[in-house]
């Protein structure tokens, strides 16, 4: 059996700073369909589809689609009319993540402090609340890069986070999926109940801004939500002998979330970074989430077995990967990689270690027709980076596929 890995440093009590995160509130992606789409993520990735607010529960212009798996909550919105912006956005960008809302103790005075700092209020973005009989949510979002937004989100009565997470409503006009004897959803989130993928929070989130602005953004998340610089690496750590990136990587004040940020650098051909902005209107935006778990086979075998397609990488990574792994290992007084090393190999997974511990993960190929959004599968055994070991092994087998794509 796993063992647990609770989620990052959840805050419990108000402290004075009032952009003190509590918890990543969920990620809101914009899709063509939404219905199709939380059938796609049910089914290739174990989500339950819990919660819908559409037509039938009085949302006349949006419909979204609760999914949830451990401590991850996505909404999938979709546009019932042609003018809303979530149908503008989904013809110029295609299916992708529009907000990462934070849960926060009071979304007023979050909204004031970042918008002191700088932040701009996304359209519509000033703090709202929508309240019943049951409880209150309000709302404020601030603009980040590109066409993506930070929402703060405070919660009042049942629609507290705590309660949200044991089952309760998400927000007023939300309703339960219907669940109803031989209905597809029962159906489906049955199945997940009893095979679990074992997903169980966004570890990181990764933009992809343009050539030259990383440095801008870096500062944004300094100033505006206050976060600090955590690693970074330049295009001498992230370069194969075609392509290259930068990337740093920004953290919350209590490590909840890790927002690494990559800008395409030059190389021979096309950075992958380049490839993004090309098929994303030229407009910088969330590349992928990281998504924990505390047993990466288990994990990866469970995907594959859906259906989920991985990035291949080349076999000969086996045969250097124990030792480069290992060596780092025990040079820090960390023991070796205890995964069955015969498996990770049949699994595709990627092994990297730094000096305080290892990690295993994998990358899936794009989620949609456009190759822009991706999620990453990561198991952290000590190492709190990124890993890096793997950049190059792993452009590699990208430049590959962008080959493929006819975008190399
Ligand atoms: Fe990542």
Known sequence: MTTMTPAPAVQTKPGTDPLQLIDVDHVRFHVGNAKQAAFFYAHCFGFQIDQVCDLTTGSRDTAIYLLTQGNIRFLLTSALSAEHPAALEVAMYGDGVKDVAFTVFDAEKAFERAIKNGAVAAPGGEPRTVKDAHGSITTATIR??????????????AYDLTKVKQGALFAPRFKKMETGAGSAVLTINDYNRKNPCGLKYVDHLVGNVEMGKM???VKFYEDVLEFTMFKHFDDKDIATEYSALMSKVMAS?????KMP????????????VQEYLDWHTNTPGVQHLALRTDDELHSIAALRARGVDFLTLPDAYYDKVWARVNKMLTDHGHQAVKEDHQKVRDLGILVDADDEGYLLQLFTKPLQDRPTLFFEIICRRGSQSFGKGNFKALFEALELEQERRGNL
Do not use: C, D, M
């Open 215 to 217: 440095n801008y953004w």
């Open 261 to 272: 940020i990559n800008e395409p650098a030059e190389g021979k051909k096309k950075s992958q």
């Open 253 to 257: 004040g209590n490590n909840l979330i």
């Open 144 to 157: 980040t890069y590109g066409k993506t937004v930070h929402s703060f989100i405070s919660r009042t009565g």
